[in-house]
């Protein structure tokens, strides 16, 4: 079936993006869903610093390539074998598969799938295929989901059905900064009773990751950005206090539970600085491959302190998107307030600008029904 998409053809061009025009809205090419695949509609994508590091050529990926991992929509087919989705069905998508059956699989979702991350790498769907084509040219997929496009076929893997009452720019958050941001406070932080939360950077990650936290009612929740606006919205949203990363070193306030979500060396720096005797720091940012940070030994062995890693908010999707669902329900995780701007396809460069100038929280792609 024929389908409009944008495409990313070379990375690393220069900014702005909006007169570069790195991705272009292209009719392309896509296969009917293979055995254990879905062909979806896509009613809603969330642009986000993973695609970002695409673009900039942070994350070399194989090109061309469709970008666009955090969506959701309506499946219209089924491949062989998939029995427990059906046509009709909402979905969110989830950018890392998981087989189920290797050893990082086990880990409850401390480790990334090793299949999983081994064709997201390559540019494929789990079982190496390609269902994207130009002119008689294979393009990529993106993290197993190419969400930013009409339609896209995905492995049953990749996604997890929600609720027919879940808005579509609901659904789509959720499958990535609410699970990579909440996961990183309830999987890797699981702060105590009482215990101080620190939020470090407040785009859609960390602002989900604060929004998590306050809905834990567990202790104080805290703020930590560079944008004035930004430290504005959390104390809207609920923080008990919010600071830029120099008020925080003059103020000398420490948590218990910090989470860095900046995806920068100098954010993490912060972090560890901020943790408390006892706590731990989670950092849940990506960062360019050659991003070094220097810290203290001495203060982490001395109070005692933790530093945990965890991608994808160490989740299990499946497990975890209808916690947060439910928690949305109940009215306690608002993740509607993550969602800065709603835009059109057309209007992808500009937003990836927007992003790169960290003034976004959560810019959604909406596509008509």
Same mark, same amino acid.
């Given at each position: 079936? %024929? ?22 809205? &292209? ?23 993973? *695609?970002?590091?695409?673009? *900039? ?19 219209? %087919? ?11 069905? &909402? ?18 979702? %401390? ?33 197993g989901v190419s969400g930013f496009a009409s339609h896209a076929v995905v492995s049953r893997e990749s996604v997890v059905p929600v609720g027919a009452d879940v808005p579509a720019e609901i659904a789509a958050v959720v499958g990535c900064a609410v699970l990579t941001g909440g996961g990183a406070v309830l999987n890797a932080g699981r702060p ?16 989900? $990751?604060?929004?998590? $936290? ?15 606006? %930004? ?127 960290? &003034?976004?929280?959560? &810019? ?6």
């Amino acid at each position: 079936m %024929k389908i409009t998409a944008a495409v990313l053809d070379e990375s690393g061009l220069s900014r702005p993006y909006a007169e570069s025009r790195p991705l272009s809205v &292209q009719e392309l090419e896509l296969d009917d869903p293979g055995p254990g695949e879905l062909l979806i509609r896509i009613r809603a994508a969330g642009v986000c610093h993973s *695609d970002l590091s695409v673009v *900039d050529g942070n994350r070399p990926r194989p090109l061309p390539m469709v970008l666009g991992h955090e969506a959701s929509g309506i499946v219209e %087919k089924v491949g062989e074998g998939v029995t427990d989705v059906a046509v009709g069905d &909402q979905v969110t998508t989830v950018f890392l598969p998981r087989c189920e059956q290797c050893e990082n699989c086990a880990t409850d979702g %401390k480790l990334p799938c090793s299949p999983g991350t081994e064709t997201n790498n390559a540019g494929l769907l789990p079982g190496s295929a390609l269902r994207l084509h130009r002119a008689g040219q294979d393009v990529h997929h993106h993290v197993g989901v190419s969400g930013f496009a009409s339609h896209a076929v995905v492995s049953r893997e990749s996604v997890v059905p929600v609720g027919a009452d879940v808005p579509a720019e609901i659904a789509a958050v959720v499958g990535c900064a609410v699970l990579t941001g909440g996961g990183a406070v309830l999987n890797a932080g699981r702060p105590r009773e009482g215990d101080t939360v620190m939020v470090v950077g407040l785009g859609g990650v960390g602002m989900a $990751a604060l929004l998590t $936290a306050l809905s834990l009612e567990k202790g104080p929740v805290i703020g930590v950005d560079a944008n004035p606006e %930004k430290l504005a919205r959390a104390t809207e949203l609920g923080a008990s206090a919010v600071h830029s990363p120099e008020e925080l070193a003059d103020n000398g306030v420490r948590a218990a539970v910090v989470v860095e979500a900046a995806g920068h060396p100098r954010a993490f720096e912060t972090a560890v600085a901020a943790t408390a005797p006892g706590g731990t720091t989670v950092t849940v940012g990506l960062p360019s491959p050659d991003a070094r940070s220097t810290i203290a030994p001495l203060g982490v062995t001395a109070e005692a302190r933790t530093i945990v890693g965890s991608y994808l908010g160490s989740a299990v999707p499946s497990r975890d998107i209808p916690v947060y669902l439910d928690l949305w329900r109940e009215g306690k995780l608002p993740v509607e307030e993550l969602i800065s701007e709603r835009v059109a396809l057309s209007q992808i460069n500009e937003s990836f600008d927007r992003l790169a100038d960290g &003034q976004a929280v959560r &810019q959604v792609i909406l596509f008509e029904d």
